[in-house]
């Protein structure tokens, strides 16, 4: 099983909006509504800021919002801040017990 | 509050194994499976595995099957993944993280395992 695919790279200004993208196929991704998302800071362990497609965990910031359609998935972050640098990956259930994580997204605020 | 407390750094030759531990505390270790995951120097995460604390279950991700074994000792609340015939590609962080659902919310802090000669 491939990685899903993901932007390598995004930027932003603060304030601004950015979306980066998911993509799987229709065997993964596109089958099941099981996608998070998760943000990793160098020498940190990642922190997982979306579930199920669009559902947030207590705690995080309504600036992050999620969607899927097809087999793309999308994480939307709203009022860009300096912190939310940072790298971005998604995961979603590939079937048969299996998970895959994207290849990650680099987030530059500028 | 919930903690998942790994072992420490590990340096192995190539074709040796290594075992890492991950001890689980502040909830009930037997509700939720643990995942590994592991990431290369400058990489993305990697899924290897998953294992249900409550019947021990174990699945892998098909790159890693025949090679990691992934155990727990709910008696300590402790899961482990033992790695056979390492190569230098194996050089990783690797990291448990806990279960919830159908999504991660709590991750180890990472064991650093370095493979060389």
Known sequence: QSALTQPASVSGSPGQSITISCTGTSNDLGS???????????????????????????GISN????SKSGNTASLTISGLQAEDEADYYCCSYAGRSNWMFGGGTKLTVL | ????????????????????????????????GIAWVRQAPGQGLEWMGWISSYNHYAHYARKFQGRVTLTTDTSTSTAYMEVESLRSDDTALYYCARN??????????????????
């Open chain 1, 63 to 66: 600036r992050f919002s999620g």
């Open chain 2, 1 to 32: 509050q919930i903690q998942l407390v790994q072992s420490g750094a590990e340096v192995k030759k190539p074709g040796a194994s290594v075992k890492v531990s991950c001890k689980a505390s502040g909830y009930t270790f037997i509700n939720y």
């Open chain 2, 100 to 117: 919830y659902t159908n999504y991660i919310d709590f991750w180890g802090q990472g064991t650093l395992v370095t493979v060389s000669s």
């Open chain 1, 32 to 58: 099941y509504n099981l996608v998070s998302w998760y943000q990793q800071h160098p020498g940190k362990a990642p922190k997982v800021l979306i579930y199920e497609v669009s559902e947030r965990p207590s």
